[in-house]
């Protein structure tokens, strides 16, 4: 009896430890977000190239969208903060190998999702994707196993 509220309470506290700290990355992420907001105040509809400075994949996009990919397609996808990729309030400057690494899985579900999935015949989707969730959800390193059950 003692021993199960003592699991239940150290289960307890485990949860609260991981909801802390994805809440300590949403904070940290809305912090940088509203900062960047501010810098490009009246340019986040133009062309991400023009309002960034170092922009190679994501030409086509907005600045607004650059930043919307950023929380949502990529943070939010690996279930990490900006300076998982990001040397903090140095957005362009590439040293981490992290952010190289999103370039090239970028390249990489491009290829998948306009080259190898249309030749896969008998799918049922119209146009199949795959994007950053759909190996990641919410990890640095996609499943290779399901959870036990
Ligand atoms: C998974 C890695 C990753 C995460 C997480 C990430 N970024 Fe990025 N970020 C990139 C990559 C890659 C680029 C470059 C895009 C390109 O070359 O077109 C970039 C570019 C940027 C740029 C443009 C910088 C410039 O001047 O060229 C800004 C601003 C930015 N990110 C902000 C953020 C913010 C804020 C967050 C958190 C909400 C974030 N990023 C999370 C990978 C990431
Ligand atoms: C087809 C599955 C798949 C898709 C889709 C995918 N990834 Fe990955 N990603 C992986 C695998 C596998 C690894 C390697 C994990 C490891 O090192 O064990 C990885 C690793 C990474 C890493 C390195 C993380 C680290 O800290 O070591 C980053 C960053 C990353 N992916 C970003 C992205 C982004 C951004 C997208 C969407 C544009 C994406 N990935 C889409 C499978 C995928």
């Given at each position: 009896?003692?021993?199960?509220?003592?699991?239940?309470?150290?289960?307890?506290?485990?949860?609260?430890?991981?909801?802390?700290?994805?809440?300590?990355?949403?904070?940290?992420?809305?912090?940088?977000?509203?900062?960047?907001?501010?810098?490009?105040?009246?340019?986040?509809?133009?062309?991400?190239?023009?309002?960034f400075k170092n922009i190679k994949m994501m030409k086509d996009n907005t600045a607004r969208r650059l930043l919307n990919i950023m929380n949502f397609g990529f943070s939010r996808s690996l279930g990490v903060g900006c300076t998982h990729c990001h040397v903090a309030n140095d957005w362009a400057n590439d040293e981490k190998a992290t952010k190289n690494v999103a370039r090239e899985m970028a390249a990489m579900v491009q290829t998948i999702n306009q080259k190898l999935l249309p030749e896969i015949e008998g799918l049922r989707a119209k146009r199949p994707t795959v994007n950053c969730t759909t190996c990641h959800r919410g990890e640095v390193q996609p499943a290779l196993s399901m959870p036990p059950r």
């Open positions: 009896m003692r021993l199960a509220i003592l699991v239940s309470l150290l289960f307890a506290a485990h949860a609260a430890q991981a909801q802390s700290a994805a809440d300590s990355i949403e904070a940290e992420k809305r912090m940088y977000l509203e900062a960047i907001a501010k810098q490009i105040a009246g340019n986040e509809n133009k062309p991400a190239a023009e309002v």
